[in-house]
């Protein structure tokens, strides 16, 4: 049976997150926090029952699960993903400010941790760059996620940015987000 999840009017298809995605996810989410770590970055949030390496497990996570679903689009020709991590701080300085490129289209990926508390995408001012879309992809539970939707960066820029506890950041209530619609990309911002 088909489980969904509800975001203020609409229902997003549920998903499961294979024991393959949340390996790859550890093994990254461990290699980019202790890189940032070795330049003295902090950690941005944590989650008690994740651990010391929570917020950069799931932000590969939601990367790997996105780039799964590009791939089971057949997209694979005209989508473009950089490497998840990168072992110096100098290939670092290489990456694209992006996390994924489809047709052109530079895609942000955030993840929203679980929780009920979390209900909006975060954009971190100091880590902002601007992309054309920003991909929301919310953990419901450990092992379930949904695509919670996309937004434009004009979109994103609407609320005032917010000092949150942790982080002053740009945000957008996931309720507010588009509906990921087949060829959703291809949008053209006003």
């Known amino acids: 049976m088909t489980e969904y999840y509800d975001i203020g ?77 990168v072992n110096s701080v100098k290939d670092l300085a290489m990456l694209p400010p992006y996390d994924a490129k489809i047709e052109e289209k530079k895609i942000e990926v955030k993840s929203i941790p679980p929780g009920e508390n979390k209900r909006r995408l975060l954009v971190k001012l100091k880590e902002y760059k601007k992309v ?12 379930k996620y949904i695509f919670a939707g996309f937004c434009t960066d004009k979109e994103l820029k609407i609320n005032e940015p917010f000092n949150f506890k942790y982080t002053t950041s740009y945000w957008i209530f996931l309720t507010n987000l588009r509906h990921m619609k087949r060829e959703w990309w291809k949008l053209e911002e006003d």
Request: with cysteine; hydrophobic share 30%; proline share 2%.
């Open 9 to 85: 009017s609409r229902k997003c298809r549920v998903h499961e997150v294979t024991c393959e995605q949340r390996e790859e996810a550890s093994q990254a989410g461990i290699a980019r926090r202790n890189l940032h770590s070795s330049y003295g970055s902090k950690k941005h949030w944590h989650d008690e029952r994740s651990g010391e390496y929570s917020d950069e497990i799931y932000g590969c996570l939601g990367e790997i699960l996105f780039r799964d679903v590009v791939k089971k689009n057949d997209l694979q020709d005209v989508s473009y993903f950089p490497p998840l991590y």
């Open 132 to 143: 054309d879309f920003y991909v929301a992809v919310k953990f419901v539970s450990d092992n």
